[in-house]
């Protein structure tokens, strides 16, 4: 089966925790989520300019008693815009203005739903409070550790360490962050990441890299042995 109903790239997709929907992000600034089982689109989450600049990465946040509303959505955009959609509903909820000009490139949720990072081209993992949508706290050196010298393009929360949060970018290294400490306390050296290319086994432990200047290669990580 194939989607689309635009002549813009794709940037982004993500499936619905569900499994019944697939949320697609254009470069014309649109998300557009299709039914699964028709290939239609369900909805679309349009903001009301015209301009909206592309979606470069979304999430799905997870169902959590914590939080009330349902079927929420966050995007990114290349110009550093954040938005909490309805999904379901097509109504954006909130919307966080860019900051410092800093172009987001991904960004994910903690198992809970409670936490939110972003990350991209000015270095810094942001960890936002999803009760009160704003930064908890900003992550980027931590003691002796600089963290990234260049832009960031994958961030990732360990799901069985809610405490630990990886992110990989342009300088060949993967940075490995304690929210504790709110910096980053150890590093992996070698992937040159591109994209959304870490993530992490049900044991917590276990993590894959890929990369692009490493051809056909993907890295599996044991961070026990750290």
Not at 17 to 27: E, I, Q
Not at 195 to 218: A, H, K, N, Q
């Amino acid at each position: 089966m194939t989607f689309g109903e635009s002549d813009c790239e794709v940037f982004c997709a993500k499936f619905d925790p569900s499994d019944k929907y697939l949320a697609c992000g254009y470069a014309d600034g649109i998300t557009r989520i299709y039914n699964l089982k028709t290939g239609k689109v369900g909805w679309t989450l349009q903001g009301a300019l015209d301009e909206d600049m592309p979606i470069t990465a979304m999430a799905w946040r997870p169902i959590s008693p914590m939080l009330k509303t349902q079927n929420v959505m966050v995007t990114a955009q290349a110009d550093g815009t954040l938005k909490h959609w309805h999904a379901t509903s097509g109504r954006c909820l909130h919307q966080v203005a860019p900051e410092n000009e800093n172009s987001l490139c991904t960004i994910d949720f903690n198992s809970s739903g409670t936490l939110l990072a972003t990350a991209g081209k000015d270095r810094h993992v942001r960890i936002y409070d999803e009760t009160t949508k704003t930064v908890a706290f900003s992550m980027k050196e931590g003691g002796s550790l600089l963290g990234h010298s260049n832009r960031i393009f994958c961030v990732k929360f360990n799901p069985q360490e809610p405490n630990m949060i990886v992110s990989g970018g342009w300088d060949r290294t993967i940075q490995i962050y304690d929210l504790r400490t709110r910096g980053p306390v150890n590093f992996l050296y070698g992937p040159h990441i591109c994209g959304e290319t870490i993530d992490f086994r049900r044991d917590g432990y276990t993590m894959v890299s890929g990369s692009y200047r490493m051809s056909d290669v993907l890295e599996v990580w044991d961070l026990r042995k750290l």
